[in-house]
C-alpha cells in the first residue's frame, strides 16, 4: 500500500510522513528528496539550471516509478505535484491519498522561516508572503481537494494529524 500526503508546502507533509511512516513501519519517501538523489543537484540548483519545465518531467517520471512499486510506502509530495500533467489521478489511482490542510496563516508563519530554500517564494517579500500563499493556495485547491482524505493540520499534535490520518483510511 502506498499512502501519498498532498498540500502545500509549509503544510507538514515531510515531518508528518516520518511520524506516519515510523508508526506504520512503511519505507518513507519524500518525492524531492528522491529527485534531489537521482539528479544529484537540489530543488532549487534544479530550478536555477535546467528550470521549472525540466523538473515537472523529472517529477513525474519518478512519481509513476514509485506509484509503480508493491512496497508499503508513505509518499510525501512536492506542493506542486498533483497540479500538473493528471498527477493527482495518478496519484489517486495508484495511493490512498491525503490533503494536509493548513490555513494562509499557518503556512505563513512557517513558511516566513525556510523562504530560502523554498525557489517558489524565495524572492517575495515578507509583506508580500500571505498574498501570494492565499492565491497560490487557492488555484492549487482544486487539485488537493480530489484527495481521498483530508486532514487539518492548524494546531493541532504531529501525532494527533497521524491517528486522524490512520483512522480515515481505516487502518
Known amino acids: 500500500m502506498i499512502i501519498s500526503l498532498v498540500g502545500y508546502m509549509g503544510s507538514g507533509k515531510s515531518h508528518i510522513s516520518k511520524i506516519l511512516s ?3 513501519n512503511f519505507k518513507l519517501i519524500d518525492l524531492d528528496k528522491e529527485i ?13 539550471k535546467k528550470g521549472e519545465i525540466y523538473f515537472r518531467k523529472l517529477e513525474r517520471e519518478t512519481l509513476e516509478e514509485i506509484l509503480a ?10 506542493g506542486g505535484t498533483p497540479v500538473y500533467y493528471n498527477n493527482m489521478e495518478i496519484i489517486n489511482h495508484n ?5 494536509l490542510k493548513a490555513s494562509v496563516g ?18 517575495i517579500s515578507d509583506e508580500n508572503l500571505p498574498e501570494f500563499i492565499a492565491k497560490h493556495l487557492f488555484e492549487r485547491n482544486e487539485f488537493y481537494n480530489k484527495a ?24
Do not use: C, H, M, W
Request: net charge neutral.
Open 22 to 24: 515510523e508508526k506504520l
Open 106 to 123: 499557518t503556512l505563513s508563519e512557517r513558511l516566513l522561516k525556510q523562504k530560502e530554500k523554498r525557489p517558489l517564494i524565495a524572492n
Open 95 to 99: 495511493s490512498k491519498s491525503v490533503f
Open 148 to 171: 481521498q482524505a483530508s486532514v487539518i493540520t492548524d494546531n493541532r499534535t504531529p501525532e494527533d494529524i497521524v491517528d486522524e490520518i490512520i483512522e480515515k483510511l481505516y487502518l
Open 36 to 48: 534531489s538523489r537521482r539528479n544529484k543537484l537540489t530543488i532549487p540548483e534544479i530550478f536555477e
Open 69 to 78: 512499486s508493491q512496497e508499503n510506502v508513505i509518499l510525501s509530495l512536492g
